[in-house]
């Protein structure tokens, strides 16, 4: 059960600074890891214009911006839920973060072979000033890498390959029940 909480815990980090899946020009995989004060935590993320699919080790999400929605899927249980797209459950994949205050370039960097801008960068999070670090990588136009300036998170997208993605990756498997909270609650109580 740990285990799955330190997963939603990455998604949190992964999917904290936007409220749309932004539409990337180009379609891609790559491997993802993230890491927290609960440990690292190894992925995948497939993009494919505006959907995005985020495997982790114990569950799956899909964002569809043309649904408005997001999936996290429970392989073992072969459950999902579904959650209206929020700021709280979409992606870190985007060059600007919402509610940016200031950016300033601190360097270039090379990660995983990929040439990157580094930026420290202030945004408003509601009535809190947050100071990130992002890596946006020049060919891509996306963060390679992104960074609490205390070192307590950081995100980064390595082995990335360029291409289209299945559009299958993006859809609810047929096999799924969907999980109703108030449902699984009731049958709790009734045992």
């Known amino acids: 059960m740990k285990r799955f909480f330190t ?8 999917f904290s600074f936007s409220n749309t899946v932004p539409a990337f020009s180009q379609e891609f995989s790559s491997n993802v890891i993230t890491k927290t004060k609960e440990g690292i935590m190894n992925g995948k993320v497939f993009v494919s214009k505006d959907k995005i699919r985020m495997e982790m080790e114990t569950a799956i999400s ?14 073992q249980e072969k459950i999902y839920m579904e959650m209206p797209m929020g700021a709280e459950n979409t992606v870190t994949l985007m060059n600007k973060v919402p509610g940016e205050i200031s950016r300033k370039l601190l360097g270039t960097e090379t990660i995983d ?17 947050q100071t990130i670090h992002i890596w946006l ?35 609810l498997p047929a096999d799924y029940k969907k999980f109703e909270y108030g449902a699984a609650e009731a049958n709790a109580a009734g045992n």
């Open 137 to 171: 990588s020049k060919d891509l136009q996306f963060p390679l890498k992104s960074s609490n300036v205390d070192g307590s998170w950081s995100v980064e997208y390595i082995d990335v390959k360029e291409g289209a993605q299945p559009a299958a990756m993006f859809e």
């Open 62 to 75: 899909i964002a569809r911006t043309d649904k408005k929605i997001v999936w996290m899927l429970l392989p």
């Open 113 to 129: 072979g990929r040439v990157t801008e580094k930026y420290e960068v202030q945004y408003q999070d509601k009535d809190k000033k």
């Open 7 to 14: 997963t939603i815990a990455a998604f949190a980090i992964l």
